[in-house]
């Protein structure tokens, strides 16, 4: 029997279940992850918000902030934004994929790293998120001095974009977390 539903939107039950134009984008999903995450089947509603979506997160994967920094930056984003669920996938994905330790998870939820280059990036996105884009002149130095260039500025901006869109997303519809849970505000 399947887990009783507590979103406030209607996520599909199965990619068999999703509208037919989602289908072959939940496959290639559910082939890249091992499943297809309820963010990704309650995305399936609207074929073209998903093909949007993956989109964008496609082509910022070929951009070059290097995937850790990525993962740092959506957790840093989550907590600010106060998203459990991307928290909770986000910490799954930057254990398991991107291979950050706890330490490194910690510090990223708080708006930092303990990569000194990194923590350029992570303290810039809380910037740009708790600003909504207004940042300072200071700001925009400190990441370009750290060593980030135009077109990485450019890509954190729209990391934090895409993160705010799928905490957004999540928020609105109190999608059921399925990975292991992590909460907003709480110690990693």
């Known amino acids: 029997m399947p887990p009783l539903q507590t979103s406030r939107l209607h996520t599909p039950a199965s ?21 297809a995450p309820n963010l990704f089947r309650l995305v399936s509603n609207s074929p073209a918000a998903l093909e949007g979506y993956l989109g964008l997160s496609g082509a910022l994967a070929k951009g070059t902030l290097p995937a850790p920094t990525r993962e740092r930056i959506a957790l840093a984003v989550a907590e600010a934004n106060g998203c459990d669920y991307c928290l909770s996938a986000h910490s799954y994905l930057a254990r398991n994929l991107a291979k950050l330790d706890d ?31 207004h940042v300072s002149d200071d700001a925009l130095r400190a990441v370009k001095l750290a060593g980030y260039d135009d077109a990485q500025v450019i890509e954190i901006v729209l990391h934090v974009g895409l993160n705010t869109w799928t905490n957004y997303i999540n928020s609105v519809a109190a999608t059921d977390i399925d990975f292991p849970v992590v909460t907003v505000g709480k110690a990693a």
């Open 15 to 35: 990619i068999a279940d999703a509208p037919a134009a989602s289908r072959p984008l939940l496959e290639a999903v559910n082939k890249q992850l091992g499943f």
């Open 103 to 133: 330490a490194e998870i910690a510090a990223n939820r708080l708006g930092h790293s303990n990569d000194p280059k990194a923590d350029a990036a992570v303290a810039f996105a809380v910037k740009v998120v708790r600003e909504r884009g």
